[in-house]
C-alpha cells in the first residue's frame, strides 16, 4: 500500500471492516429483487411490491458514490482510488468470486491486485503470533487469493512480498501492470520507510 501510494496521482487507502463487500452484498440483494418482478409486482398487495422500480444502474451509481466519497474520500487530484483489505477468509468472504465479480460490475475500470507474503513468516508476525491456528488460516487465505475467478485476469497482479522489497525488478513490473512509469527513486524510498507490522 505504501507503494502504491508513492505512485502519481495513486490514493489507496487502508483496511476499512469490509464495507466494500458489505455494499456488494447490498447491490446483490438488490439485483436479486429485481429479479422478482412479475405482473403483479407493481400492485401494494404483492410480496415484492416495488421491485419494478428498481434500476441496476441507480444501484451501481450509489454504491460508486458511497463507497468513494464516503468512504475512500480521495484527494481531487486523485486519479486512482482503492483500498487494501484483508479480511477474506471464508467467515467473512463466503464467496470470493461472487464478491471480486460484483466489485467489478459495479466499478468497471477495475485492477485487483493479490498481495502474497511467506506463510510461515506472516504466522510468525506481530498481528499473527498471538492467533491460534494463524498458519493454516493464512494458508487458507492465500490459496485463495491465488485459485479465485479472477486469479489469471488480465486485469490481476499477484505481488509477491518478498520479490517486491529484495530488488526493484517486481516493483517494475507492478507498475506496468499499472500503467505507470517506474521510479527507482520512489521506489527506494518507501523502502526505506518503516511499516506497520
Known amino acids: 500500500m505504501g507503494y502504491l501510494n508513492s505512485l502519481p496521482g495513486f490514493c489507496i487507502r487502508g483496511e476499512n471492516y469490509n464495507a466494500l463487500a458489505h455494499l456488494c452484498s447490498f447491490y446483490h440483494a438488490a439485483k436479486e429483487t429485481k429479479g422478482q418482478v412479475a405482473k403483479k409486482s407493481m400492485l401494494p398487495v404483492h410480496p415484492w411490491y416495488g421491485a419494478d422500480l428498481i434500476q441496476p444502474e441507480e444501484v451501481r451509481q450509489y454504491i460508486r458514490r458511497t463507497f468513494v466519497d464516503g468512504i475512500l474520500k480521495p484527494p481531487a487530484d486523485a486519479k486512482v482510488v482503492g483500498c487494501k483489505e484483508i479480511r477474506i ?86 507498475t506496468e501492470f499499472l500503467e505507470v512509469p517506474f521510479d527507482p527513486a520512489a521506489y527506494e524510498k518507501v523502502m526505506a520507510t518503516r511499516h506497520s507490522y
Not at 506472516?122 to 498471538?130: G, L, R
Not at 486485469?155 to 529484495?166: D, G, Q, W
Open 89 to 174: 477468509n471464508w467467515n467473512e468472504i463466503k464467496d470470493l468470486d461472487a464478491f471480486l465479480a460484483d466489485v467489478v460490475e459495479i466499478f468497471g475500470d477495475v485492477k485487483i491486485i493479490f498481495n502474497h507474503r511467506d506463510i510461515l513468516s506472516t504466522s510468525k508476525s506481530s498481528w499473527w503470533k498471538d492467533t491460534a491456528h494463524s498458519y493454516a488460516t493464512i494458508r487458507g487465505m492465500d490459496q485463495r487469493l491465488r485459485e479465485n475467478r479472477f486469479a489469471s485476469s488480465p486485469i490481476s497482479f499477484h505481488v509477491e512480498y518478498e520479490e517486491l522489497v529484495a530488488g526493484t525488478e517486481h516493483a517494475r513490473k507492478l
